[in-house]
Every structure is written in structure tokens, then in C-alpha cells.
């Protein structure tokens, strides 16, 4: 452990180097060598993913050695602040050399080299490291998408193309980091929550959970260790995530558009017993204003009556079985209330009365 733990120190070292002007001494075998010592790591990246103490103890390395000294300041530096990061330093290290104008021609020339061998050279563990900047790029292109082109209102989201690229891009990491991280991808969807803005990372996840079905793997195919999961499996770990944050998912549930929470919860029924619990929780807040003639809440954050009963009225024309369990529940509530008929007494049957109307 100690030899690997130095390696990762060394390389650290190496990886906040190639940022600075020392670089201008490096020459194409110094370079050759911090790749091959980068291809190194991501092999112990794909070897130990699994094993879980080994993982822990490099990554608690990792934490401790990423804090430079001696002129540096402490402020953490960015690069391999984590385990999985491991799997990619190869990457980490090319786009800092290729983005640092210090380096020589040499072995910039030679970097260059490296990154784009020919069409015939491939890396003999995994798909070429040009292919792998390529998916990068892609990445960094979805998160620029979720940072800055995601405030424009679009109720249609199976149809939006932009949010369809990004759900796609999100389910592809979730397999990824589901592959890598024993612990699964709720700490991945948990920071992109804390660091995205909210709105359109709800929307992102909703076109998520209505990504159509990947189609069967061939066996032999599914057999293959460390093959990658299908994207049903992406929108099941969304799934596992919105409903272990409660708190997320009452936002998700108020934030977004009636007509698009109808299609995800006739998608996914065990989000669809949740979004009905909360419509009843909220409905049960509010009470009848006999000078208003309306049923209205006690705080100004409070649902109104005409945000439950559009929910309602869109989750009635879903198709069945949830368009009949949500007359169900309303039936229940209602007859737990009283089971009255007259309008104003129980705000069950208000809504039965307007569902009727627009029936």
C-alpha cells in the first residue's frame, strides 16, 4: 500500500506541475513518462474500484496530499480529489499540457503524437485516449448546457432536444460512476443538486425518466465484466435518489409542470404513490374561505386550489391503473373527511366535483 500510496504523491506532484512554467523544461520522454505513469493509475483505477478498503485509504491519501505547500498556499488544487478521478488522470494531465503555452514545441509535438496515433493504434485496455477526449468534450459541453441554456420554460420536454442530450449525457455518467463507486451515484446526483441550477436539473432528470428503453444486450455481451448498465438502470438510480431525498423530491413535485409529472408518474409508479401523497398532504393545508368562496392556505408558500386542482384534472387523464388510483385516493380522502356532498365542507369533494365538470 505504501509503494502505491507514493505513486499517487508523485504523480500529484507531477499533475500541478504541468499547469506551471516548469513545463518549459520537459522534453518528449518526460512526457511519454507522465503518461505512461497516468495510464498506470487508471489500472489500479479499474483494479481496486471495487474493494472497498483499498479504494477508502487511497482516496483518504488523495484528500491529505492535494494541499500545496511552500509557496503554493493551502487552497486545495484541483486534479485528483478522488478516487475516481484516477480513472481519468491520464486525461486530466493531457488537457493541462495542451492548455499550457509553456510547454516546448518537442514535446508538444510529441504529446499531440500521443493523443492522436493514427487510426490504427489503439490502446490495448480501452478505447484510445483521443476517443476519450472526445467524451470529455461532450461532457464539458453538457455541463455548460446545464449551467447557462437551461432557464428558458418548456413544458414539452420529451420533445426538447437540448434536454433529451443532456438526460442522455446524465444516464451515461450515472452508469459510469455506478460501475466505479461501490457506494452507487446518489453522491454524484446529491453534488450535481448543490452545484447545478435546480430548475433545470429537475427538468434534466424528468427527460431522464422517460429516456425510452434500451433494447437487450447480446449474452455474451452481458457476461463481460465491468460491462457498462443500460440506461433503465440510469433512470432506476434516479428513481432510488428522488425517493431517499424527500426534500427533492417535494420540489420536484412543485416545481415542475403538471402535464410532464402525469407522464413520469404513469412511467414510474412507486414516484406516482409519492406524488399523490403529497398532493393530498397539500391539499389537506388548505381551508375554505367562506368570503372568498375558495379554498385557499395559511402561508403564502402554500399550494392554491387552482395548482391542485390542475394537478389533479392532469392526473386523471393519464391512462390507467393511475388515472383509477388517483380517483381512488380522492374517494378515500373524501369519505375520511366526512364523505360530504355539499360543496365548501371537504376539499375532496370540491375536487370530485371539478374533476366531473371537466370530465
Not at 502505491?4 to 516548469?22: I, M, P
Not at 448546457?145 to 442522455?168: H, I, V, W
Not at 430548475?199 to 431522464?208: E, G, H, M, Q
Not at 412543485?254 to 406516482?272: E, M, N
Amino acid at each position: 500500500m505504501e509503494p502505491l500510496a507514493q505513486h499517487l504523491e508523485r504523480f500529484s506532484e507531477v499533475l500541478a506541475v504541468s499547469s506551471t512554467a516548469h513545463v518549459s523544461t520537459w522534453d518528449p520522454a518526460t512526457v511519454r513518462r507522465a503518461l505512461q505513469w497516468a495510464r498506470y493509475l487508471r489500472h489500479i483505477y479499474r483494479r481496486f474500484g471495487r474493494h472497498g478498503r483499498i479504494r477508502k485509504a487511497l482516496e483518504r491519501r488523495l484528500h491529505n496530499q492535494w494541499r500545496q505547500e511552500d509557496g503554493f498556499g493551502s487552497r486545495p488544487v484541483p486534479g485528483l480529489t478522488n478516487f475516481q478521478a484516477l480513472g481519468h488522470c491520464d486525461i486530466l494531465l493531457s488537457l493541462r499540457l495542451l492548455e499550457n503555452r509553456d510547454l516546448g514545441d518537442a514535446a508538444r509535438h510529441h504529446l499531440l503524437q500521443q493523443l492522436f496515433p493514427g487510426p490504427d493504434v489503439r490502446d490495448a485496455e480501452d478505447e484510445s485516449l483521443q476517443d476519450r477526449l472526445v467524451c470529455l468534450a461532450r461532457r464539458r459541453s453538457a455541463v455548460h448546457m446545464l449551467r447557462f441554456c437551461g432557464y428558458k420554460e418548456n413544458l414539452n420536454l420529451p420533445e426538447d432536444s437540448q434536454l433529451r442530450t443532456q438526460a442522455e449525457m446524465l444516464l451515461e455518467r450515472l452508469q459510469e460512476v455506478g460501475k466505479a463507486e461501490a457506494e452507487g451515484p446518489s453522491t454524484f446526483l446529491s453534488s450535481l443538486w448543490e452545484r447545478l441550477p435546480q430548475n433545470n436539473f429537475l427538468k434534466v432528470v424528468a427527460a431522464a425518466l422517460l429516456q425510452p428503453p434500451v433494447p437487450p444486450r447480446p449474452q455474451e455481451e452481458e457476461l463481460e465484466l465491468g460491462s457498462p448498465r443500460t440506461a433503465g438502470e440510469g433512470a432506476q438510480e434516479l428513481v432510488h435518489w428522488l425517493l431517499g431525498k424527500s426534500e427533492v423530491m417535494a420540489v420536484f413535485c412543485r416545481r415542475l409542470p403538471a402535464g410532464l409529472l402525469t407522464v413520469v408518474a404513469s412511467r414510474h409508479q412507486a414516484l406516482s404513490r409519492v406524488y399523490l401523497g403529497l398532493l393530498t398532504d397539500w391539499g389537506r393545508q388548505l381551508h375554505y374561505d367562506l368570503q372568498k368562496g375558495i379554498w385557499v392556505g395559511a402561508e403564502s408558500q402554500d399550494v392554491t386550489w387552482e395548482e391542485l386542482c390542475d394537478r389533479f384534472q392532469s392526473l386523471c387523464q393519464a391512462p390507467p391503473p393511475l388515472r383509477d388510483e388517483v380517483v381512488t385516493v380522492l374517494k378515500s380522502c373524501k369519505a375520511q373527511d366526512g364523505d360530504f356532498e355539499v360543496p365548501g365542507l371537504s376539499i375532496w369533494t370540491d375536487l370530485l366535483l371539478a374533476l366531473r365538470r371537466v370530465a
